[in-house]
Every structure is written in structure tokens, then in C-alpha cells.
């Protein structure tokens, strides 16, 4: 399997906060790396300029949409905690979530 783009990982990073708790970026992305059953190759494939790994970046910029939509929030440095406004989205379970449901 490719690595996914940030959309794609949109609702599985909303489906794992789902649970209410806080998690870690770290923990967040390995999971879905899990999910998305991502070869080790592909988990350390590095974006063009080779400071940072392809998937950990998706990750980073699908959480930063969710964010800005207000589905998550992130309390700490590192930390993120789905919204009541993101439980409600996981909870009309949604095919897919992606910038254009987000508008």
C-alpha cells in the first residue's frame, strides 16, 4: 500500500480520538501506521527535503486541519483531544472526511 495522503488520514485520526483521552502525536501516528499497514520502508520514507518522515508530516497536517475545523484540539505541546463538536462528526459516521467536508 502507498502511504496515504492527509485527508485519508483524517477520519481514522478522528476515529482514534474518539475515545475522549488525550494522545500523543508520537503514539497517533504509529497507530495509523499500524492501521494503514505501513511497511517499515514507508514508516521511514523521508519527504524531499529529509528532514522529516513522509507519513509523520501527513499525520501532522491532517491533525492541523481537524484542529482549524475545531474537531480537535491539542491541550498540550505534542497532545491532542477530540472536541464535543468532533465527537458529533464521528458520531454521524461519515464515509470519509476530508477539506471539503471540513468547509
Request: charged content about 30%.
Amino acid at each position: 500500500m502507498a502511504i496515504p495522503d492527509f485527508q485519508s488520514v483524517m477520519l481514522p485520526l478522528m476515529r482514534l480520538c474518539a475515545d475522549g483521552k488525550e494522545h500523543a502525536i508520537g503514539e497517533i501516528t504509529d497507530t495509523l501506521a499500524d492501521q494503514f499497514k505501513l511497511t517499515d520502508e514507508e514508516r521511514r520514507a523521508l519527504l524531499p527535503s529529509g528532514a522529516q518522515e513522509i507519513f509523520r508530516n501527513r499525520v501532522a497536517w491532517a491533525k492541523t486541519y481537524l484542529k482549524m475545523a475545531g474537531l480537535l484540539e491539542t491541550p498540550k505541546r505534542g497532545i491532542c483531544k477530540i472536541t464535543e463538536r468532533g465527537l458529533e462528526v464521528v458520531r454521524k459516521n461519515p464515509p470519509s472526511i476530508n477539506r471539503k467536508y471540513l468547509r
